[in-house]
């Protein structure tokens, strides 16, 4: 892709990261960066594809570090972050006025999953690739994010399911550490699926392990996984020298594990709030 063919793609990308980050500046910045890293990727498969994933995961990464760095300033909740008017009007149209607010209080993978599904209207099979993550984590956090963003209190129900979830994965990783395969194919669903991402598999992971047993057999290797919130809900994540390097992110249903994410991407796990529990 040539500078005039990237021009086309300019004002798509500029859309989507003006309203994720909510700053017309900070999006200018993200997608002249994109277009510098494509420069020196060179050929690939998909530009427009590849452009948007990236785009995607540097807002996420801002939207960390915009996190971090308020966390950092204040210990108490700060004003909404300046919004370029012009992009504030634009996200204002599509989704509702003062949400900018609402969005500012979500978490990075919240807010990417909601703008692009409620906003662009992308399939969440495409947001999922973008975001380096499953179609069932995509849903769950494009769900969340509208609750929050409709302000709808979150239900006894809620709260009960993720509760029983961090036992069960709490369950799951003693059974793991203690090398106690039958408890751990006890609370694993009988069609249980461990997906790794690419980094995980250069790691020595398998691109997928179908079914209890493998996902048993895999996992009972992983014993330096230790519990951790990801993305708010209950998952496990394996550090070195306090950097998380793999984060497993856990979809529990009925009281069962029904699926395992294996992530290892560095650009993924940038764009996650992981935070290892205790």
């Given at each position: 892709m040539d500078a005039s063919d990237f021009e086309?793609?300019?004002p798509r990308l500029l859309a989507i990261a003006t309203?994720?980050?909510?700053s017309a500046a900070d999006a200018d910045e993200v997608v002249q960066e994109a277009w510098l890293r494509l420069a020196r990727t060179g050929t690939v498969d998909d530009p427009p594809a590849w452009l948007t994933t990236v785009v995607t995961r540097l807002c996420l990464d801002a939207l960390r570090r915009r996190r971090t760095r308020s966390e950092y300033e204040a210990s108490v909740p700060a004003d909404p972050l300046p919004v370029d008017p012009e992009a504030d009007a634009l996200l204002a149209e599509r989704v509702g006025g003062a949400v900018q607010v609402?969005?500012?209080?979500?978490?990075?993978a919240e807010r990417a999953a909601f703008v692009l599904h409620d906003v662009f209207g992308y399939p969440f099979d495409d947001i999922a690739v973008w975001l380096g993550r499953s179609g069932t984590a995509v849903r769950k956090l494009a769900s969340r994010a509208r609750s929050k963003v409709r302000?709808?209190?979150e239900v006894a129900a809620e709260r009960a399911a993720r509760a029983?979830?961090?036992?069960?994965v709490d369950a799951f990783l003693a059974a793991a550490r203690?090398?106690?395969v039958p408890a751990l194919l006890a609370l694993l669903a009988p069609g249980a699926v461990m997906h790794a991402d690419p980094a995980g598999r250069r790691m020595g992971a398998e691109?997928?392990?179908?079914g209890a047993a493998a996902v048993a057999a895999r996992f009972g290797n992983a014993r330096g996984a230790a519990p951790a919130t990801i993305d708010g809900e209950a998952g496990a994540a394996w550090t070195v020298g306090g950097a998380v390097r793999v984060a497993f992110a856990f979809h529990v249903r009925d009281g069962?594990?029904?699926?395992?994410?294996?992530?290892?991407?560095?650009?993924v796990l940038a764009g996650m709030d992981v935070v290892p529990a205790g």
């Open positions: 086309v793609q300019r309203r994720v980050l909510g609402v969005l500012d209080a979500l978490a990075p302000g709808s209190p029983e979830s961090r036992r069960v203690g090398g106690e691109p997928v392990y179908d069962l594990v029904r699926e395992i994410e294996l992530i290892a991407d560095p650009d």
